[in-house]
């Protein structure tokens, strides 16, 4: 299983090496697109807005919008330190809570935590710890350059940790349209409705529970594969007019990628240099 993040978890002073693993995966079918005529697919390019010219990774910068039209330009290096600064850091428990206490909105994403080679003996007592207390443990953690709220709990036999939004990333219900004052309701009406309810009442078992839309889309696709009723592209990227054989096309690409000789870098390790 593929490490998301690897460091430590401490409550009080006891500190736990751990990796964590994400435990959930999308099922989603992907589909790609094509062309409708020549069914080869379609590329998507980056394109300056203003020189309308294709840009590569390494002619963008980060910055923050903060008005229409102005940023604040980011450097690479100084977004690194902030990082570093706060992903070396353990993550620290910081609080005790009852899981009851937390709405579902707050949920985010949900991953395994595992122990690293010396942390079994300390990953078991927090693991126990919880589990007798009926408590959660509330912590922060930098995950791919953003901080995290998150939550500490034992599902099953092992230690999970669920990302939690912010309060304020969490829209207020008061922007939300067309929702009813309180109104009085039938007391017939109301009787029937909770009988409904347990009569549909059951034990959870997510088992039951499939992806219909989702399994008929795979069947749809097997069935154009057993009819033959697929499309095959031979429709080869053109070559540019200028370009003649192989190995001027070849001499062409690596122009293209080969930075300029009198492009100056400015980021600050160079000034440090």
């Known amino acids: 299983m593929h490490t998301v993040w690897k460091g430590s978890i401490s409550f009080g002073l006891v500190n736990i090496p751990v990796k964590l693993h994400a435990a959930t995966e999308n099922k989603d079918v992907k589909l790609r697109q094509l062309h409708k005529d020549c069914h080869t697919p379609i590329s998507y390019k980056k394109v300056c807005e203003g020189c309308n010219q294709e ?81 959660i443990g509330i912590a922060k953690i930098i995950i791919r350059s953003k901080e995290q709220l998150a939550i500490v709990r034992v599902y099953q036999n092992a230690l999970v940790m669920e990302t939690i939004h912010y309060p304020d990333e969490v829209r207020s219900i008061g922007d939300v ?48 594969k057993a009819t033959n009723t697929i499309s095959t592209s031979d429709k080869q990227r053109p070559i540019p007019e200028n370009v003649t054989d192989l190995m001027t096309a070849l001499q062409a690409s690596l122009e293209k990628t080969k930075k300029p000789a009198t492009r100056k870098r400015t980021t600050r390790t160079k000034k440090n240099a």
């Open 55 to 135: 840009v590569t990774d390494e002619d963008i910068v980060k910055a923050y919008e903060y008005a229409k039209n102005k940023f604040v330009v980011l450097d690479q290096e100084d977004l690194e330190n902030l990082r570093k600064e706060n992903e070396d850091k353990a993550v620290e428990i910081i609080d005790f809570v009852q899981l009851t206490e937390i709405d579902p909105i707050y949920f985010e994403r949900t991953y395994f935590l595992s122990p690293d080679s010396t942390g079994a003996k300390a990953y078991s007592l927090l693991r126990k710890t919880l589990e007798q207390s009926g408590k």
């Open 177 to 224: 349209p067309n929702i009813p004052s309180e109104q009085d309701v039938v007391q017939k009406e109301l009787d029937t409705a909770l009988m409904l309810v347990e009569q549909l009442t059951t034990t959870f078992n997510p088992e039951k529970y499939t992806d219909d839309y989702r399994n008929a889309l795979l069947e749809l696709i097997e069935e154009k």
